[in-house]
């Protein structure tokens, strides 16, 4: 009816999300990619995060992310809240995953929603792809070595990211507490043509690699990489945070690179904890849509090693689901939950 004011909401399943291209890692490094320049030209809008967490001070334990965005570019004007549960035990306890994320979908216009869904694919994937995206811009075009430590859900999206945007990886050195998932991980992906080396020590994994990303369990306070096990000219993503000593990050490297530079005002990562010390100067952190956008150069000569940190903008996740959703409309996917028919304007 014209005059209906009835309100209803696309409800996608997980099932529904991947039918709509949640697993589409073009489409994934595509829309990363765009939202960290529509960072950069003042055309996203989000806040900081906030994490609860079960036990205090145990942050790589259960806890709960609750993100926001708003994208306001040519393309698109839309917002998100998502949130994103996260429990280590789940995979070894219920063979189930660790997160699970779910995210809704907000009208510009009206602020109404007008999607619910599934958001642990896309989460999974577009760190993936922020990692390779930092690459992409900031390690050496000529990286031959990637050693991943930790080789579980996150390392699948690395993998499969950095494989489309670093063409001259020869070698991949992989490390994990439980060798044989390394070997099932090398299985996975053998298919990319890469040399896998199990490593027997993370060392190995880490001091010849020219990219070096960590996707692990460890927890603020038990940080084990050295600066000696940087190696001159190369990218490390920290992706689970509390892999690299303080001394590695102030020492090993000499370029610092973050997508999203307001976490700095969080005290939950490790450069904002170094720059509120005053180890080290923030102005010496580089935003990644600053180096797209062509505004900020990032390596400077062959031996410069960066430091890069991915926080997981909602914006990028705000971005693929949209294209996610708009690609399950037209397929006719989704379930239409009714939010009300009439407001009730008490």
Not at 33 to 51: G, I, R
Not at 238 to 264: P, Q, T
Not at 271 to 286: A, H, N, R
């Amino acid at each position: 009816m014209e005059n209906s004011k009835e309100v209803n909401v696309l409800w996608l399943s997980q099932e529904e999300c991947i039918e709509g291209g949640a697993k589409d890692m073009n489409q994934i490094l595509e829309y990363v990619e765009k939202v960290n320049l529509w960072l950069a030209e003042d055309k996203v809008v989000e806040p900081e995060l906030l994490h609860l967490l079960w036990e205090e001070g145990n942050y790589s334990g259960k806890r709960i992310g609750v993100h926001a965005a708003l994208i306001q570019s040519e393309e698109m004007k839309v917002a998100a809240v998502k949130g994103i549960p996260s429990n280590p035990l789940n995979p070894k306890e219920r063979q189930t995953p660790r997160s699970n994320g779910m995210i809704i979908l907000y009208n510009e216009d009206t602020g109404y929603p007008f999607a619910v869904m599934d958001d642990t694919i896309v989460s999974a994937l577009r760190t993936g792809a922020s990692s390779a995206l930092g690459a992409k811009y900031c390690a050496r075009p000529d990286s031959e070595i990637l050693g991943l430590v930790g080789c579980g859900v996150i390392q699948n999206a690395h993998i499969e990211a950095t494989s489309k945007v670093m063409h001259n990886i020869k070698t991949v050195r992989l490390y994990d507490v439980d060798k044989n998932r390394a070997f099932q991980f090398a299985e996975k992906w053998k298919h990319l043509g890469y040399n896998f080396e199990i490593c027997d020590t993370v060392k190995e994994a880490i001091e010849d690699s020219d990219i070096v990303y960590t996707a692990t369990n460890v927890n603020l306070g038990n940080e084990y990489i050295p600066k000696e096990w940087i190696k001159k000219g190369s990218f490390h993503s920290g992706v689970s945070m509390w892999d690299h000593k303080d001394e590695a990050i102030l020492k090993g490297f000499n370029k610092y690179v973050m997508d999203y530079k307001l976490r700095l005002k969080d005290d939950k990562y490790p450069l904002s904890e170094l720059t509120k010390s005053g180890d080290l100067d923030d102005e010496e952190i580089i935003e990644l849509g600053q180096i797209i956008k062509g505004d900020v150069p990032c390596r400077e000569n062959e031996d410069d090693a960066v430091f890069f940190v991915t926080l997981g903008i909602c914006a990028t996740d705000t971005a693929n689901s949209y294209k996610v959703y708009q690609n399950a409309q037209n397929k006719g996917l989704g379930t239409e939950v009714k939010l009300w028919s009439e407001p009730a304007m008490y």
